[in-house]
């Protein structure tokens, strides 16, 4: 019978390690939840039971091949005690890189440690750099509101993606820098002198 309750009391405490070992590398961030890899693989697969988040990815969504876009993720609302974040980008995607306060995990980027919301969001920088070639890729995210009482209830997160497209000569559009121009390409100023050299052939 002895032999049988410390049986008991030694998986108790392998137990609690193991949870308290998940519980612990999830506070310093954690990959393969961006919803990357399915819908239901997010935060929210263990933080349950708080009102969800808003989480958005601001940046641009056009990027030259090669180039480096910087990128935030931005929770606001739920319990708002912390926050953390995963992101992930499509497998013909470029380069994740982590901004301040975060570290690159399998290829992805998340928090080291949870973060306090300030002016009631948290936010999470990072970058992308393109990839060489053409194309759309998107960036997964998913963004968790904590009420910090060190257990997974009480929680809320939510999921965004963001398209980026890659592509070559980007910009605006707009004129090719030859400013104001009448019909055929002529600038209005030298349709201007021509107009004028006319009229003082005529006067002659």
Known sequence: ????????GV??????????????????GISGRSGKQGSS????????????????????TTLAPGATGNYTLVVRGGPAAGAGYNVAVSDNGGTLNP????????????HKNIQAFSGGEARFDFTLVAPSTPGTVTLYGAGNSV???????????????????????????????GGCAAAGGIPLLGAALVLLGTRLRRRR
């Open 1 to 8: 019978m002895r032999s049988y309750l410390a049986s008991l």
């Open 41 to 60: 693989l997010t935060c929210a697969e263990c933080h349950t039971g708080g009102s969800a988040p808003t989480v958005t990815i601001e940046g641009p």
């Open 147 to 177: 009420n910090e009482n060190g257990t997974d209830q009480g929680d809320a997160s939510a999921a965004t993606t963001l398209n980026v497209n890659v592509a070559t000569g980007g910009g605006d559009g707009g004129d090719d820098g």
């Open 99 to 110: 901004g301040t306060g975060s570290y690159k995990l399998s290829g992805e980027v998340t």
């Open 11 to 28: 998986a108790g405490v392998v137990s609690a390690c193991l949870v308290s070992g998940s519980a612990f590398a999830n506070s310093m």
